[in-house]
Each structure stands twice: as structure tokens, then as C-alpha cells.
């Protein structure tokens, strides 16, 4: 894979499919040799921004889809991403390597105004901050009108009625995760060594809190919430 390069040059159609639903084919975006700030959008077919001509990048078919930021203060917003319910494919992912700078991921199906929901991020969606800045990874469910149930460790988050494998993260400053308007169930199993905000908005939420490594902010918002802090939340008898 080659490195210290970038997209500016992409400005016709580009479609790249890797035909076989059933194989595993890997797509390299190269963004490294960037210093400046770029801004990108990834669905679940397409990728534009990041000085691509008016004409997004098109890719079908591709399992694995890996995007390497430069040292700019980057911004990516994944508003879906491609998954088992795309593609007979067992095994699906979109990963962002973020590089230098202060960098924002936000994930919504209407990203970056950040008032839809996750439900479209289909296949694993993998973050890595890699270090060297303050990166912000935001999940905005808020548009999302059914009750949820959802799940948070120090490198995953699941549930949502996101994709099985849902997003893993790791060397995030700063996570910020809103549920949507309905009574949603949200179980903190750990949390990573910095800042982690659940935000519960609106419906008669359940928040359970087990462990965590380093400073929670839980709001819970409109309506009757209940949170229950304990190493067996929602049940009792933990310690």
C-alpha cells in the first residue's frame, strides 16, 4: 500500500466494483501526503469530498474499505456504511485512520447535521484516532423514534439497530453518543481512559453504568429516566 499521497487529482466518475458479493476485496483511500484540512463523506456505496472532483468515488461490492487521513484537522462523516444486509458477504468493513491533527468523526444517516439516526451503519465501522491530535468521534441516534437497546465499551459500541459488529474505536479523545426520543435501554460496560457523554434526550431511558476508566457524563434529558451504577447494572447485588 502506498502512502503520502492524495485524492485531489480524482475529478471524473470513478467506479470500482469488486464484482463477487462472495470474495473479499480491499479499497485503499490514500490521504496521507495531506496537511491541510479536509472534509470527507462516506456512505455505503460512495465517498466524496477530501478534494475529489463534483463526482463521488462509487465502490460496490468491496468488503474491506480502508481511509487514511493526513495531518490536517480532518472532518469524516459516515452517514452509512456497507454491510451483511448489502451483500451476502459475512465479514464487511469501513475503516478510518484519522492521522495527525485535531480530527471529528460523526456518524448519522444526515451527518454533520447530526439529527438522524445509526441504523444504516450496516457493516463495521472501525475508528482509529491514531494519536498525534484531540479527535471527537460524535453518534447522533437523536432522529431515531423507536425504543433501542445499545452497549458501550472501552472499544466498542454496539446496538442501536446498527450492523452486528456496530463501531470500534481506540485513541478517541473525546465520545459523544445521543440516543434517540423513545424509552431506550444504554448499558456502559466500560468506557475508554478519556471523556465518554451519553446523552439520553428524550423517552423514559434506561442507563446502566458498570464500569468506567475515565470522566462519564450521563444527561439524561426529558421524561423519567432511571440509572443504576453497579458491576451488575441493571440488576442488583454488584459491588
Not at 484519522?98 to 444504516?120: E, I, K, M, Q, Y
Not at 426520543?181 to 471523556?195: E, L, P, V
Request: charged share 15%; proline share 3%.
Amino acid at each position: 500500500m502506498n502512502t503520502g499521497g492524495d485524492v485531489n487529482d480524482i475529478q471524473g466518475a470513478l467506479t470500482i466494483d469488486g464484482n463477487d458479493p462472495q470474495a473479499s476485496d480491499w479499497l485503499y483511500l490514500d490521504e496521507t501526503g495531506e496537511s491541510t484540512r479536509q472534509i470527507g463523506e462516506l456512505t455505503s456505496t460512495t465517498i466524496s469530498g477530501l478534494g475529489i472532483g463534483s463526482t463521488p468515488i462509487t465502490y460496490l461490492d468491496i468488503e474491506h474499505l480502508v481511509v487514511i487521513m493526513g495531518n490536517g484537522d480532518d472532518e469524516i462523516n459516515v452517514l452509512s456504511t456497507y454491510g451483511p444486509t448489502d451483500s451476502p458477504a459475512s465479514n464487511t468493513e469501513a475503516t478510518l485512520n484519522l492521522g495527525g491533527g485535531d480530527d471529528t468523526v460523526n456518524v448519522s444517516s444526515n451527518a454533520p447535521t447530526n439529527t438522524g439516526n445509526v441504523d444504516a451503519v450496516n457493516g463495521h465501522l472501525i475508528i482509529n484516532g491514531e494519536g498525534g491530535g484531540v479527535d471527537t468521534l460524535n453518534v447522533h441516534d437523536n432522529g431515531d423514534s423507536t425504543a433501542d437497546t445499545g452497549q458501550l465499551t472501552s472499544t466498542n459500541l454496539g446496538g442501536l439497530n446498527m450492523g452486528p459488529d456496530g463501531i470500534t474505536y481506540g485513541t478517541i479523545e473525546f465520545l459523544n453518543i445521543d440516543l434517540g426520543t423513545a424509552g431506550d435501554t444504554f448499558t456502559i460496560i466500560s468506557t475508554h481512559g478519556s471523556k465518554t457523554t451519553l446523552d439520553a434526550l428524550g423517552g423514559a431511558d434506561a442507563s446502566n453504568v458498570r464500569t468506567i476508566s475515565g470522566w462519564t457524563v450521563i444527561d439524561g434529558g426529558v421524561a423519567s429516566d432511571t440509572i443504576t451504577v453497579g458491576t451488575l447494572a441493571a440488576s442488583l447485588g454488584g459491588t
